[in-house]
């Protein structure tokens, strides 16, 4: 029989008597691709709803806070941004993308004549890194202290992702403190195949930080806050 000639207004697959119903549909190499039965819909090896690609999926993360550097006792330490990643097996990617957002900072701080004054801060010269090795991992912290900063060691910066130069937000001031967006480069090939983690941090040395009484306030006015939100679209083969 042809299905070609089949004509009418429904189509009954399964119900009493008749077992559970099942529809199976191929491509040209005999591949499944959709398969309906009494468990729902099944799309398989790349199809999608509309079109030939698998249903789109968008996995997404994120991560804010300062960005630049933070004072610890007496010694400035780069602030960052991290984003841990976790792909699917079987997840094909077909773009891969961080939106960074940034905002400069109004700081506030004592002098040495213990004067409260104000100062500009912002972001310069971000970059985005892969940790290569996730388990080369150092933590400081003051002994007796409850706060700590974990840093890894084997950083690999994925080239121009913010641009060749990197990021550096607008000078601020009180007539210039807006929000500034970028979109990085398509880091797809970056991402490996299980989990990756990614940093957003500034390539520039850490400046001198001063002494309490007499604080160095550059690491603050090269520090704004800033979000990263990475966009993974792709589909499950």
């Keep these: 029989m042809s299905l070609s000639r089949l004509f009418g207004s429904d189509l009954i697959l399964g ?5 559970r119903g099942r529809m199976i549909i191929k491509d040209e190499n005999a591949i ?7 468990e729902g819909i099944s799309l ?26 933070t004072w610890i006792l007496e010694q400035y330490y780069k602030s960052r941004l991290t984003l841990d990643v976790n792909i699917p097996e079987n997840f094909v990617i077909q773009s891969a993308k961080i939106l960074l957002e940034h905002r400069p900072i ?3 701080y004592r002098d040495k004549d213990d004067i409260t004054r104000n100062v500009w801060g912002y972001s310069r010269n971000l970059k985005l890194y892969k940790i290569t090795t996730l388990d080369a991992i150092i933590t ?4 007796g202290g409850e706060f700590g900063e974990s840093y890894y060691n084997n950083l690999m910066e994925i080239q121009n ?3 060749a130069n990197g990021f550096t937000a ?18 797809k090939n970056y991402l490996n195949s299980r989990r990756t983690v990614l940093v957003v941090q500034t390539a520039n040395n850490a400046p001198a930080a001063g002494t309490v009484a007499n604080p160095n306030i550059s ?14 679209i792709g589909y499950m083969k």
């Design 15 to 19: 119900g009493n008597n008749n077992g």
């Design 140 to 143: 400081a912290t003051a002994f």
């Design 44 to 69: 398989l090896n790349g199809s999608k709803l509309i079109g030939g690609n698998g249903v789109l999926s968008n996995f997404q993360y994120y991560d804010s806070g300062f960005c630049g550097y």
């Design 170 to 187: 607008s000078a601020a001031s009180n007539s210039n403190c807006k929000l500034e967006t970028i979109e990085s480069i398509d880091i």
């Design 219 to 232: 690491g603050y006015q090269q520090t704004g806050e800033a979000k990263a939100v990475l966009n993974i």
């Design 32 to 38: 499944d691709k959709i398969i309906a039965d009494n």
């Design 161 to 163: 992702a913010f641009g």
């Design 106 to 108: 109004y700081w506030d």
